[in-house]
């Protein structure tokens, strides 16, 4: 058999298991045959592993408007390098992408720079201002994959519960930034013995707890009306975003047992970072919601192992040096952090605490895909070859420096990782090839 691109001895893991070493041979954007044959593009995979590519539900890559801190390209690039074939961008921009045209510029752009695809999420409201609703059926029509006010947290509760309405409606999905904007007041880290021993203003886990509690009621609300004609099974119209608590996560867990159609994601920094961190008053670590205890990312890790939490959201943050320089009130929230999510997942998770390694895969690449709706990418004869081959043997520390993002700073700076992404494939054509940044 003749195809485009063969990688020789590769072994093989997706969502569903490890599957042994082959030769994958890729012709007409999809696996050919696992069995070898010719190709133009011989590459040698001996010691990598080649998983489907991974997709990330939530990052900011700024564009429109703030190109400062990071554009498409320069974010695009940062995802191939971290083996993302697939970003949902945040609609917190400047303007706000709350239109059909701006959804279709973003796409059509990120189309032309040819690295990872690009799927914007839109405003749930015009503005983000938490008034009025944006116009659902447009924006999915130009390409919108969810809609949400991500960086405000959505107030109104009746607009809220109008928008999943909407949403369950045209087939998209809702994603909130869960905070009590009340109970979390000016705070800039977790309230806790820290932030306490500090004396910086403390945001409360409760914050978080009590939002998503408002949330499922009104998802409960809406399913028991006629907001729910549209719903596919299996599908999730509710999602919270970057849940960082123990108690958030005990609250989710009940309603997904009562068959609520809600889904989570976490973020790396909350899977490997705690508020103690703080301790240094360094604002690298500033981030909302905030890093919070080590209990707390016990109980993550559980809940991503037992399925309780969806997906991987790297919630990719990125800001100039200058202002990520400010002090602990003054700086704002958010990290860099698309290119070393997996490797830093890998290493901490699969190395040190022998999490399943498949497991952690589904969770970068089935999981989010299924919240959307996108079927997922399997390593099978015919399936679609958006793929990355990764080193789980290649230790190199986290050199900020690096970056192909526009933020060259990082929290996990000179961590020693493994797992690092060396090729990554979208539908048959490589996006990245690690010797031509390195
Ligand atoms: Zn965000």
Known sequence: MKGEILIK?????????????????????????????????????????LSPGFFDPHAHLREPGQEVKEDLQSGLAAAVRGGYTDVVSMPNTTPVVDSAEIVRALKEKAARLGRARLHPAAALTQGQEGKVLSEARLLREAGAVMLTDDGRTNEDAGVLAQGLQYAASWGLLVSVHA??????????????????????????????????????????????????????????????????????????????????????????????????????LNPIYKVAPPLRTQADVEALMEGLLDGSIDCIGTDHAPHTQDEKELDMLRAPFGIPNIEVCWP???????????????????????????????????????????????????????????????AKYSPWAGWVLRGWPSVTLVEGCIVYLQQENR
């Open 344 to 406: 830093l997942l890998y290493t901490e998770l699969v190395g040190k605490r022998g999490f399943p390694l498949p497991t952690l895969i589904e969770r970068f690449t089935d999981g989010p895909r299924r919240l959307l709706g996108f079927s997922p990418v399997h390593l099978i004869e015919g399936g679609e070859a958006s793929l990355v081959l990764w080193s789980p043997g290649e230790e190199r520390p986290v050199e900020p420096h690096t970056f192909a993002s526009k």
């Open 179 to 280: 905070e009590d904007a009340g109970l979390r007041r000016g705070g800039v880290m977790n309230e806790g013995a820290v932030s306490f021993r500090l004396g910086l203003p403390g945001n409360t886990g409760y914050a978080e707890a009590a939002r998503i509690a408002r949330d499922l009621e009104i998802l409960r609300y809406v399913m028991e009306g006629p907001g729910a004609r549209g719903l596919q099974p299996g599908r999730s119209l509710l999602h919270i975003q970057h849940l960082s608590t123990r108690r958030g996560l005990e609250l989710l867990r009940q309603a997904k047992q009562a068959g609520l159609p809600v889904s989570t994601e976490v973020g790396p920094h909350h899977l490997t970072l705690t508020d103690e961190h703080l301790e240094s």
């Open 9 to 49: 001895n590769a072994k093989l893991v997706d969502g569903r298991g490890e599957h042994g070493q082959a030769d994958v041979l890729i012709g007409e954007g999809r696996i050919l045959s696992l069995s070898g044959g010719e190709a133009s593009t011989v590459l040698d995979a001996t010691g990598k592993v």
